[in-house]
């Protein structure tokens, strides 16, 4: 083959393969590209963020969906949208949905701790036990000292009758923080069903020392008393907790049960009423009123 004709090859070969590298970038970017969202121009994105806003401020929640679903597709990294979204979500009574976007803004949130406790709380409306403490074990693990994500797993663990490990991590948190309410009262609760009733009453009465109006702290003061035999000072704290917090049920069902031990059938019937108004799921509560109703008869 003569010079130049070899040249002419070689310039056919460089023409052939600029025509082929042509179309490649021209399909690389005309043709639609699988596994993106087109992203929205930013009058659309923002008349979008503006009904989502909008609609959740005045509580429209299933009006806020669509525009919210569309933002989280299009910008399917967001946090923001997620977090958005998952509230949503939670108003709708949607708590499956709601739990799974939790999850996945656990994992792309800079701050994942910002979906604790929700991510629990949205298993915990499901009755999902075992999902709902895996979910508190995981924000404890953000925040390892963290009062209240102490407090969300202990209670958890409490709930589900896991007494040690409810226990152990109530114990933890109370040295730490001494003064965290919530947690001295979850120990002074697994303490009153051990039966160690001086832990218990020391427990409530540091609580209620620096909350006068605690009801919880009162609830638990007046229970020990009464297992301690002393019903007046058990009726003068749950009375008391009935006058700060008389929408709580267990004040009322604990006051009824003392009204039934001190043979008082009226104000055990009075406080049963309360019990089921307020608690419209307790069935032990209102077969019992049947009962005393009954007797009264």
Not at 133 to 161: R, T, V, W
Not at 248 to 263: F, I, P, V
């Amino acid at each position: 083959m003569s010079v130049g004709s070899n040249s002419k090859a070689q310039t056919a070969r460089l023409l052939a393969a600029a025509a082929a590298l042509g179309i490649f970038y021209w399909g690389l970017y005309r043709m639609p590209v699988t596994g993106a969202k087109a992203a929205l121009d930013p009058e659309k994105s923002r008349e979008l963020q503006e009904q989502s806003a909008v609609m959740r401020r005045f509580g429209k929640w299933a009006q806020a969906l669509p525009p919210t679903l569309k933002l989280h597709g299009t910008y399917p990294e967001s946090h923001i949208y997620l977090a958005q979204l998952a509230e949503i979500y939670d108003h709708l009574g949607r708590y499956r949905e709601e739990a799974a976007t939790w999850e996945e803004y656990l994992g792309r949130a800079p701050r994942p701790i910002e979906g604790c406790p929700q991510i629990g709380e949205a298993y915990q409306k499901q009755g999902l036990e075992k999902e709902s403490i895996g979910a508190f074990e995981k924000c404890l693990a953000l925040e390892p000292d963290s009062p209240d994500q102490m407090f969300y797993l202990a209670h958890a663990l409490e709930k589900s009758g896991q007494t040690d490990r409810a226990a152990a991590l109530y114990e933890r948190g109370v040295a730490i923080h001494p003064d965290y309410a919530d947690l001295a009262l979850g120990l002074a609760r697994i303490r009153l069903r051990q039966g160690k009733y001086e832990e218990t009453r020391t427990l409530a009465e540091n609580t209620l020392a620096h909350s006068p109006a605690n009801p919880d702290a009162l609830l638990v003061l007046g229970l020990v008393c009464q297992r301690q035999g002393n019903r007046s000072e058990a009726k003068q704290y749950l009375e008391r907790g009935v006058q700060v917090a008389d929408h709580y049920s267990d004040l009322h069902l604990a006051l009824a049960n003392l009204a039934e031990q001190e043979s008082d059938l009226h104000g055990a019937i009075l406080q049963y009423e309360k019990v089921v108004q307020l608690d419209k799921t307790n069935a032990d509560a209102a077969h019992r009123l049947e009962v005393l109703r009954r007797v009264r008869e």
